[in-house]
């Protein structure tokens, strides 16, 4: 069956993207010119997937606002004759078919993609979490969707992370020598381990595509990892029962909410831009840096 859905949760209180983040949803800080957010729904939409819905929670508002019409705003430059941004800002309310639920008690991701489930229904779908930003066309999504597919079971992102780094991930204990098709089997995952816990280095990264059976598996957990419904628990759940597909990656991924990758992020992504991409660049290099 094909993966026509997305999930983005993004209902946390972003922390770690404080001050920015006090008065603004996180996952509305720009990203060069655009809110992060958007760049994970356009990664949605060049992965195939139209229909995304996002869990929200308190003040949040402004996500809702960013995807819907803007009658005032598109009045107002349409009688400016500002007709590039007036395309630009309408584009953005037909990128997708971006849809909104309220998680109403911070329980966890785990929590988070059970209140989707309505929305969701029977059918295969992915996650995607704001806070990992990929930079590489989609490419990662698009593979994940397609070993799903071929598979008929989930598939979960993973990447190798050093192991002072580990334990702010779930960690996988992989499984044999690793099939042919270059996914990974695992017979454990753990959430946030102890470095010296840690089973493998391999760490899950934001972005996963399930079976309908991760739902099955969201009722039967209970809190784990700082008293929350951990996504990762549940992973584990539908792990014995239909045997989850790692898929190893090494490239494009930022940490939108560690400050220093955030601007590695910013600078890939304006290089990336053809407006912007060769300016920037020319300045870049003209730079004698201490
Ligand atoms: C979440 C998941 C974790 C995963 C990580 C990826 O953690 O719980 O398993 O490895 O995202 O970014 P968080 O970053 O929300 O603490």
Redesign the pocket.
Known sequence: MDVRKAVIPAA?LGTRFLPASKAIPKEMVPVVDKPAIQYVVEECVAAGITDVLVVTGRNKSAIEDHFDRAPELESNLEAKGKDDLLKEVRSLAELADVHFVRQREPLG?GHAVSVAHQHVGDEPFAVL?G??LMVDDAALLRSMISASTATGRSVIALKRFPPAEIS???CVRPVGPGRDDGLVEFDAII?KPKPEEAPSDL????RYVFTPGIFDALDRITPGAGGEL???DAIGVLNDSEGVLGLPFSEGRY?AGNKLDYLRATVELALARDDLGPPFRAWLQSQTWD
């Open positions: 946390g991701l979490l806070d990992d702010a991930y779930g959430e760490g899950v990264m934001g951990q996504l990762t940490d």
